[in-house]
């Protein structure tokens, strides 16, 4: 039987719980804090903005501070400060009221705190925590620590930049670290879960052999989260030998640290951006640390990956203006525009910083060079569409038309990632004008590039031309269809009716029609929002690409002209079904023609008149 005390014990810490909750909701407004995220405008007794959790042009997101709450009318989001910072931090429950209790400087009591170290997130922040601060007086206080100082000192490092950044060593030593956890108490399991420790299959938990420390014999630098907690480490070989395992190991994809949503530096450059207004991104932690010692502060990093959706959602919140410098050999190049075309339909203004041929081969060796040569290429940073412009007309013939058409082929794909439309406008204007091209040719072109999806663009340059050829006109017309169900979901019965499902039920994007089918059926209706996002190879979120093609094209419709375009677009798809298949069956009509082999030839001429949608 479980004791009474226990459950009185539960009740208790319950009771606080709710107490606390309810004490850090007094302290902290609801408007200030949503504020440091979306800006807010006030709507009578409430605030409205753009909502952050969905795409939108017109306010639909409120916030009543009488109330305490928010809410979007647009995605029917909505909660309370708590809900609010775990829908945008991606937190736990017990992560954010650690965040907002810290925030509003309210004391959490003592059965409190162990409920929320009951959370595996904070454990692992706890611990990478502890093993920054280990790495660190390791790295200040140790005399074996000695080569490693040096190294850093001989890379012009200074002794406050190594205080400010934490930077830290562990010596050549097979589980120095995990032991030193061990003995502070933290759990076994938790320290392999922090990626910090590294079990053997044969590993024995009561003895704790088989357990090692991942990071040996390296020079370790913490990656905090926005918020300045730790949650992992890049470690570099102080010596490279053989075996050591590459010149740089990360930590792995933990519970606390995913490498496509933590910007290396952000935590100290916060402050900055917003004063400025400006973010400057590099590619290396080096540079980054390099920039902030020169007292350029405004610097972050990806932590060695290309530009994610998640890395920009997050910048955003800080500045939309971002200047970049990336490596400018032609596989830099490649990487970089992946993410200069997420961080283009995010709406974000970009400019390039690029560096004169001798400064350096990135910002860490310019700036050691000579650092004004740094903040000068910062400050005359290029717009990212006259980069690319200046680009696609290097050593091309704008008078020669296979060079137009390669000029505009290049061009296009990143003006339509523009959102607005002005803008837009613009840059294809001036493009009608360099190619002496009508603009509304270029716009028709525009179209078809579009119809490609702006997945392509997000592929590398190469994969994109390739997606361009296999996919049919076809398939275009069934995205359309597919952008304006999308728009008009009470439309979906009609498609299911209308006699679509040989044509639909091959190409690109047949699975996504059995989907609709499945949940049409089910539920004589769609959420397209409901329907799963990866169900097409190489593009994992296709029904946010089909929707947002449909509001863009269908911005104007109403309900009557949607239903006419479908059923123009029915018509189309199902005689360019047959078109098609017959153009198939022609080439096997003529092969069996020239093989002589009649019961075959008879058998396709059949199928030939028999062929409908
Ligand atoms: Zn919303």
Redesign the pocket.
């Given at each position: 039987m479980i004791p009474l005390a226990f459950f009185v014990f539960i009740i208790y810490s319950i009771s606080n719980m709710s107490d606390e909750v309810q004490q850090i909701k007094d302290k902290i407004d609801v408007a200030d804090l949503i504020g440091e995220y979306v800006q807010l405008k006030p709507a009578g007794v409430n605030k409205k903005g753009l909502?952050?959790?969905?795409h939108?042009k017109t306010p639909?997101?409120m916030v009543s501070p009488e109330r305490k709450s928010w809410h979007?009318?647009?995605?029917?989001?909505g909660g309370d400060i708590f809900t609010f910072i775990e829908e945008i931090e991606g937190m736990e429950f017990k992560e954010a009221l650690k965040y907002l209790a810290n925030k509003a400087g309210v004391v959490l009591t003592n059965s409190f705190k162990q409920e929320i170290g009951g959370s595996q997130r904070n454990r692992l922040k706890d611990i990478n925590t502890e093993a920054a601060r280990f790495f660190y007086n390791f790295l200040i206080k140790i005399p074996s620590a000695k080569l490693a100082m040096d190294y850093l000192i001989k890379r012009g490092i200074k002794s406050e930049t190594i205080d400010e950044w934490q930077i830290g060593f562990i010596p050549e030593q097979w589980d120095l670290l995990t032991q030193y956890l061990l003995k502070k108490g933290f759990a076994i399991d938790d320290l392999v879960a922090s990626g910090l420790t590294i079990k053997r299959d044969n590993a024995d938990p009561k003895t704790y052999r088989g357990f090692y420390d991942r990071f040996r014999g390296r020079i370790m630098f913490p990656i905090w989260d926005a918020h300045g907690d730790v949650v992992g480490f890049t470690g570099r070989v102080l010596v490279e030998k053989e075996n050591s395992g590459g010149k740089y190991v990360n930590t792995p994809q933990t519970a606390v640290y995913d490498k496509s949503r933590v910007i290396f530096g952000l935590n100290k450059a916060k402050q900055e951006i917003r004063s400025k207004n400006l973010i400057v991104m590099v590619e290396g932690q080096m540079d980054v640390i390099a920039c902030h010692q020169a007292g350029m502060r405004n610097v972050v990093a990806s932590s060695g990956t290309a530009l994610t959706e998640e890395h920009v959602k997050l910048l955003k919140r800080y500045s939309i203006n971002i200047n970049m410098a990336f490596d400018m050999d032609e596989a830099g190049q490649n990487a970089a525009r992946r993410g200069i075309a997420i961080a283009l339909r995010e709406g974000m203004n970009i400019k390039v910083i690029c560096l004169p041929e001798d400064a350096g081969k990135d910002p860490d060796e310019c700036l050691k060079k000579n650092p004004h040569v740094w903040f000068d290429a910062v400050e005359k940073a290029q717009d990212i569409m006259e980069w690319y412009f200046a680009k696609a007309f290097t050593n091309k013939d704008p008078a020669n038309h296979h060079h137009k058409q390669t000029i505009s082929n290049e061009l296009l794909p990143d003006i339509v990632l523009i959102p607005y439309a002005v803008e837009r406008d613009h840059w294809l204007r001036l493009l009608s004008e360099k190619l002496n091209v009508d603009v509304a040719v270029l716009r028709e072109d525009m179209t078809r590039v579009k119809g490609k999806g702006e997945g392509g663009r997000w592929k590398d340059v190469k994969e994109a031309s390739a997606t361009v050829l296999v996919k049919t006109s076809l398939d275009m017309r069934i995205e359309r269809l597919f952008g304006l169900v999308f728009k008009f979901p009470e439309l979906v019965g009609k498609v299911i009716g209308a006699g679509l499902d040989n044509a639909l039920s091959v190409g690109l994007l047949a699975p996504l029609y059995e989907q609709i089918k499945i949940e049409y059926n089910t539920n004589k209706q769609i959420e397209p929002t409901k329907l799963p996002q990866g169900l097409i190879v190489g593009t994992e979120n296709i029904v946010d690409l089909l929707s947002m093609q449909g509001d863009w094209e269908f911005a104007d419709f109403h309900l009557k002209e949607a239903g006419e375009e479908l059923d123009k677009l029915i018509l189309i798809i199902k005689d360019e079904w047959v078109k098609n298949k017959r153009k198939g069956l022609q080439i096997e009509i003529e092969r069996a023609e020239k093989a002589g082999d009649k019961i075959d030839l008879e058998q396709l001429l059949d199928k030939y008149n028999k062929v409908h949608a």
């Amino acid at each position: 039987m479980i004791p009474l005390a226990f459950f009185v014990f539960i009740i208790y810490s319950i009771s606080n719980m709710s107490d606390e909750v309810q004490q850090i909701k007094d302290k902290i407004d609801v408007a200030d804090l949503i504020g440091e995220y979306v800006q807010l405008k006030p709507a009578g007794v409430n605030k409205k903005g753009l909502c952050p959790f969905h795409h939108e042009k017109t306010p639909s997101f409120m916030v009543s501070p009488e109330r305490k709450s928010w809410h979007c009318f647009g995605c029917a989001k909505g909660g309370d400060i708590f809900t609010f910072i775990e829908e945008i931090e991606g937190m736990e429950f017990k992560e954010a009221l650690k965040y907002l209790a810290n925030k509003a400087g309210v004391v959490l009591t003592n059965s409190f705190k162990q409920e929320i170290g009951g959370s595996q997130r904070n454990r692992l922040k706890d611990i990478n925590t502890e093993a920054a601060r280990f790495f660190y007086n390791f790295l200040i206080k140790i005399p074996s620590a000695k080569l490693a100082m040096d190294y850093l000192i001989k890379r012009g490092i200074k002794s406050e930049t190594i205080d400010e950044w934490q930077i830290g060593f562990i010596p050549e030593q097979w589980d120095l670290l995990t032991q030193y956890l061990l003995k502070k108490g933290f759990a076994i399991d938790d320290l392999v879960a922090s990626g910090l420790t590294i079990k053997r299959d044969n590993a024995d938990p009561k003895t704790y052999r088989g357990f090692y420390d991942r990071f040996r014999g390296r020079i370790m630098f913490p990656i905090w989260d926005a918020h300045g907690d730790v949650v992992g480490f890049t470690g570099r070989v102080l010596v490279e030998k053989e075996n050591s395992g590459g010149k740089y190991v990360n930590t792995p994809q933990t519970a606390v640290y995913d490498k496509s949503r933590v910007i290396f530096g952000l935590n100290k450059a916060k402050q900055e951006i917003r004063s400025k207004n400006l973010i400057v991104m590099v590619e290396g932690q080096m540079d980054v640390i390099a920039c902030h010692q020169a007292g350029m502060r405004n610097v972050v990093a990806s932590s060695g990956t290309a530009l994610t959706e998640e890395h920009v959602k997050l910048l955003k919140r800080y500045s939309i203006n971002i200047n970049m410098a990336f490596d400018m050999d032609e596989a830099g190049q490649n990487a970089a525009r992946r993410g200069i075309a997420i961080a283009l339909r995010e709406g974000m203004n970009i400019k390039v910083i690029c560096l004169p041929e001798d400064a350096g081969k990135d910002p860490d060796e310019c700036l050691k060079k000579n650092p004004h040569v740094w903040f000068d290429a910062v400050e005359k940073a290029q717009d990212i569409m006259e980069w690319y412009f200046a680009k696609a007309f290097t050593n091309k013939d704008p008078a020669n038309h296979h060079h137009k058409q390669t000029i505009s082929n290049e061009l296009l794909p990143d003006i339509v990632l523009i959102p607005y439309a002005v803008e837009r406008d613009h840059w294809l204007r001036l493009l009608s004008e360099k190619l002496n091209v009508d603009v509304a040719v270029l716009r028709e072109d525009m179209t078809r590039v579009k119809g490609k999806g702006e997945g392509g663009r997000w592929k590398d340059v190469k994969e994109a031309s390739a997606t361009v050829l296999v996919k049919t006109s076809l398939d275009m017309r069934i995205e359309r269809l597919f952008g304006l169900v999308f728009k008009f979901p009470e439309l979906v019965g009609k498609v299911i009716g209308a006699g679509l499902d040989n044509a639909l039920s091959v190409g690109l994007l047949a699975p996504l029609y059995e989907q609709i089918k499945i949940e049409y059926n089910t539920n004589k209706q769609i959420e397209p929002t409901k329907l799963p996002q990866g169900l097409i190879v190489g593009t994992e979120n296709i029904v946010d690409l089909l929707s947002m093609q449909g509001d863009w094209e269908f911005a104007d419709f109403h309900l009557k002209e949607a239903g006419e375009e479908l059923d123009k677009l029915i018509l189309i798809i199902k005689d360019e079904w047959v078109k098609n298949k017959r153009k198939g069956l022609q080439i096997e009509i003529e092969r069996a023609e020239k093989a002589g082999d009649k019961i075959d030839l008879e058998q396709l001429l059949d199928k030939y008149n028999k062929v409908h949608a």
